[in-house]
């Protein structure tokens, strides 16, 4: 058997009769970027997610980079994000000219909330969270100290669709949630996009502004803005794809399941969940001390697996700057000779779930 470690054209082909209508009815529409599907995108998403408002941009790094832009944080300003995240995370606060200030995981894959308060400085301005492979943060514990020392909270929801901390959906918490809508993401659309949640009114007007060249009225323009629009064809795929959320993070909690349940291997540690909180399951990640013979042995069985992700930003050649060496963060980069995601998509057969189960055991 072959088994991808994704497999993007099952979530494609489960609805095939809903996109090929909306792509036909959105292309015959004439009319492309910034319309109605993306208006009632807009309308959804923020319903979903019970976070206020929501406005579509072209990708999640966009919402990261954009977020802090507008939240007024730049050079000379530090914020506080766990070191193990997708660089993405990163590089929305170093665009701006602000400085990332990391912290170690927790066994969750989060940051650890009790190595956060040792770094708050007067420069510090922000928080970002990264609900990392779609389980949801500890944001009672991040917004008891956002609040405590008046600091920006975002939150980086590119994994985390859905995710909930005692009930409350995950980007709705802190000033800003950053989604991207990336193709293998759990709400995933045909191409790039992005979008943020947020309660304030006037920061999503802002949002608006900058996304369209800073420009509120057509060539009236009030800031120096972005080009980073949500297109109609996306935005419309993304409403199917919103039609059908619930059952596809079901499926994806019980593939965990199975997985949680059958997996026994004593070499292999499994993904836990932290109380209070729940996970989407945007990645199923096992740890093994023997991570890339693990690797190496799966792919001969032709299971394919990634590495979420295996050069840390801190020690990424962008970030050299930064002058960390190794051993700086020995957790993060513990997890990152360690971790090994496991497939997992929506559409994933049974078959598929018991043949990866035993291969894991048989290891
Ligand atoms: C995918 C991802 C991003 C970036 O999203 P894009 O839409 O690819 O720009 C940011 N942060 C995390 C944690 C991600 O997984």
Same mark, same amino acid.
């Given at each position: ?17 809903? +996109? ?24 959804? +998403? ?70 956060? !308060? ?24 991040? /917004? ?46 045909f191409g790039d996009g992005g979008g943020v949640v947020v309660k304030d009114a006037g920061l999503a007007e802002? +949002? ?8 509120? /009225?057509?060539?009236?323009? /009030? ?51 932290? !109380? ?18 693990? /690797? ?27 002058g960390y060496r190794e051993g700086a963060f020995p957790i993060t980069e513990q997890y990152a000779r360690e ?11 049974? !078959? ?12």
């Amino acid at each position: 058997m072959k088994i991808m470690a994704n497999r993007m054209d099952r979530g494609f082909f489960r609805y095939q009769k809903e +996109f090929e209508e909306k792509a036909l009815e959105v292309l015959r529409s004439g009319w492309y970027v910034l319309g109605n599907e993306v208006k009632s995108f807009e309308e959804e +998403f923020a319903a979903y997610t019970g976070g206020g408002h929501c406005v579509g941009l072209a990708s999640g790094l966009d919402a990261l980079w954009i977020a802090f832009r507008l939240l007024g944080i730049g050079p000379g300003d530090e914020v506080i994000v766990q070191g193990n995240t997708y660089i993405a995370s990163v590089m929305g606060i170093t665009i701006n000219g602000a400085t990332p200030v990391f912290v170690e995981p927790n066994e969750y894959y989060n940051i650890d909330v009790s190595k956060i !308060e040792e770094k708050i400085t007067e420069r510090t301005k922000a928080v970002l969270v990264v609900h990392l492979y779609g389980q949801a943060s500890n944001m009672a514990a991040v /917004k008891a100290l956002t609040d405590k020392y008046h600091l920006k909270l975002v939150e980086d929801c590119a994994q985390s669709h859905g995710a909930c901390f005692d009930g409350q959906m995950t980007g709705t918490f802190g000033d800003v949630g950053c989604f991207s809508f990336y193709p293998s993401k759990n709400i995933g659309a045909f191409g790039d996009g992005g979008g943020v949640v947020v309660k304030d009114a006037g920061l999503a007007e802002d +949002f608006r502004v900058f996304r369209n060249y800073g420009s509120e /009225k057509r060539y009236y323009n /009030k800031v120096v803005g972005a080009n980073s629009r949500l297109d109609e064809l996306q935005a419309g795929l993304l409403r199917v794809r919103l039609r059908h959320v619930e059952e596809c993070e079901e499926e994806r909690c019980q593939i965990a399941d199975r997985y949680l349940q059958e997996i026994r291997n004593p070499r292999l540690m499994l993904p836990g969940v932290q !109380e209070g909180a729940t996970a989407v399951w945007h990645q199923f990640v096992v740890r093994c001390e023997k991570r890339d013979e693990l /690797k190496q042995y799966l792919e001969e069985k032709g299971i394919g697996t990634i590495i979420h992700y295996p050069i840390p930003p801190h020690l990424s050649e962008a970030y050299q700057y930064l002058g960390y060496r190794e051993g700086a963060f020995p957790i993060t980069e513990q997890y990152a000779r360690e971790v090994l995601s496991l497939p997992m998509y929506n559409g994933m057969t049974e !078959e598929e779930q018991e043949y990866v189960i035993e291969a894991l055991n048989a290891f």
